[in-house]
């Protein structure tokens, strides 16, 4: 333990406070203050390194401690935790689409990776931005000799008045006062701390930093353009598996009114074939057309629960949540024309931006290196502060500083012209495959718009079938009963009746699927 006039220092203390303050390179380098021959300290001396370290030690642990606490810090990236469905309120109840369509964008994770994406973009911008604003570094360098350094000698014991001495010498007989270097107390010609501080400017780079931020800036607004495709994508996604559901939930019930008819139909061949008027082969015909129906409810009850599975994935919920849906399968014209369809997605598919938007990108990079076949220029203001004391700033230190303007030019002029050749060659490959996708997405259009005709022509027909095999399967059933018809003619009427009630069923339902594909298409497609 070390004391003085007003201070008492622990060497343990001292050791841990300066732990905590800078780490081991700064426990090392306080010892060595303190290991010295300038002790005992006086007591303005202690006060002054007391409230210096002390007024160190607290900057560095609040600048540890928020560091510590942005590192811990994990990104927010969406809701925290997968609540249950029963938190959502929609386990046992029946979901309509655009709710199904609100909770998968709410909380599928793609959608999550979307938005940190753009944050991912948006910082790689703001990086580039930076590139226009002049760079400053801070250096601090310790540097210990095993032999003394003359020059510091010499600069040092010149650098303040306190660093001299006065004494009287005799000249002639008479006494003169001289001025002395105060060494080797005042200046240790073993150790040298150098603190440098440079800003460095760019001036000109020929486009090459400007042309750097067009990219990532346009990075950005791909990454924001992509965040609605993954979102139209997604809602398509919730139509399919939404209207996959309902397609096999109204398939199940044509199936169960096929089982029960045919459960009737079988009870009455049995009857007429215990009282010896049908024979065993209308009863057997019965039979294998009801397991065919049976067969058709398990098939119809498998594609429900793959719906509903693929429905509980989208909106990330147990996958044996028990929801529903609404059945909204009605019939309402879709209002596209053609050549309005065209229009509409010209001016609205969002991967029409995205790939202007990519051939862009490509001409900011060719145009970056094309910048490296000129020269760069910059300018550099450095500052230097010496001293042969670990605290540069105090009043004995000297001081240097410089201005420079610096010009670089690479002759590496045949690789950064093939370089700039590639990188023309690549941008004109992004515009002919811009070009090349609009006609993709026009033929998309085109056959989207046809299919979804084409169903609504089915819907018509399938209703006016479904009309007429319920009449030919009331006047089969009645033609039987009358004994004017055989058994069979029964059975097929009751086949084909429920085939085209299928048929139309699904027939809806597909129309709304297509009108959503065709949506999709275009780029119109809302939640």
């Not at 369509?101 to 909380?107: H, V």
């Not at 801070?138 to 008045?161: C, L, M, W």
């Not at 598919?349 to 910048?371: D, M, P």
């Not at 023309?424 to 989207?448: C, K, P």
Request: neutral net charge.
């Amino acid at each position: 333990m070390l004391e003085t006039g007003a201070l008492v220092l622990s060497w343990p203390v001292v050791g841990c406070a300066a732990r905590q303050a800078a780490g081991m390179r700064g426990y090392v380098f306080l010892v060595t203050l303190f290991s010295e021959r300038r002790f005992p300290l006086r007591a303005d001396e202690c006060r002054a390194y007391t409230g210096m370290w002390c007024g160190f030690a607290a900057c560095l642990l609040v600048l540890s401690l928020a560091f510590a606490e942005a590192l811990a810090q994990p990104p927010r990236c969406g809701p925290e935790g997968d609540p249950p469905a029963r938190i959502l309120g929609i386990e046992g109840r029946k979901l309509t689409l655009f709710q199904a369509i609100a909770i998968t964008l709410d909380r599928n994770r793609r959608m999550i990776t979307a938005d940190l994406t753009l944050r991912e973009r948006e910082s790689q911008r703001r990086s580039a931005y930076s590139d226009f604003f002049p760079r400053f570094d801070i250096q601090y360098v310790a540097r210990a000799s095993k032999y003394e350094d003359p020059g510091a000698i010499y600069n040092f014991s010149r650098a303040h008045d306190a660093r001299r001495g006065l004494s009287l010498v005799k000249e002639g007989g008479f006494f003169e006062s001289a001025v002395f270097s105060d060494y080797p107390y005042r200046i240790d010609p073993f150790r040298m701390f150098t603190l440098t501080a440079a800003l460095t400017q760019p001036v000109f780079t020929a486009g090459r930093i400007l042309n750097q931020y067009k990219y990532a800036r346009l990075g950005v607004d791909f990454a924001a353009i992509q965040v609605e495709v993954d979102r139209q994508d997604l809602t398509l996604e919730v139509y399919e598996a939404y209207y996959g559901m309902m397609r096999g939930q109204k398939l199940l019930e044509v199936a169960k009114q096929s089982v029960m008819a045919l459960e009737a139909l079988r009870n009455r061949a049995q009857a007429f074939y215990d009282a010896k008027q049908l024979p065993k082969l209308d009863v057997l015909s019965v039979e294998g057309q009801l397991s065919e129906a049976r067969k058709r409810v398990t098939q119809s009850q498998v594609q429900i629960d793959d719906g509903r599975e693929q429905l509980n994935y989208l909106m990330r919920l147990p996958l044996d949540t028990q929801i529903d849906v609404v059945q909204d399968y009605e019939f309402r014209p879709a209002p596209y024309r053609v050549p309005e369809i065209f229009t509409l997605a010209a001016a609205n598919r969002l991967e029409l931006r995205q790939a202007n938007i990519s051939a862009q990108q490509a001409v900011a990079v060719a145009e970056a290196a094309k910048g490296a076949l000129w020269p760069s220029v910059y300018l550099e203001v450095r500052g230097t502060r010496q001293n042969d004391d670990w605290n540069v700033l105090d009043q004995e230190g000297i001081n240097e500083w410089s201005i420079t303007g610096a010009v670089q030019w690479n002759f590496d002029m045949f690789r950064n012209r093939e370089t700039l050749q590639e990188r023309r060659a690549v941008a004109a490959r992004a515009w002919t495959e811009q070009e090349q996708l609009v006609d993709t997405v026009f033929r998309d259009v085109s056959r989207a718009y046809r299919k979804m005709k084409r169903t609504e022509s089915d819907i018509t027909q399938n209703r006016k079938a479904v009309e007429y095999r319920r009449e030919a399967f009331r006047v089969a059933k009645e033609r039987y009963n009358a004994m004017l018809s055989t058994y069979t003619e029964v059975l097929d009427a009751e086949r084909q009746l429920h085939q085209s009630l299928g048929d139309y069923y699904e027939s809806l339902i597909d129309y709304r699927l297509d009108q959503a594909t065709l949506e999709r298409q275009m780029g119109v497609l809302r939640n």
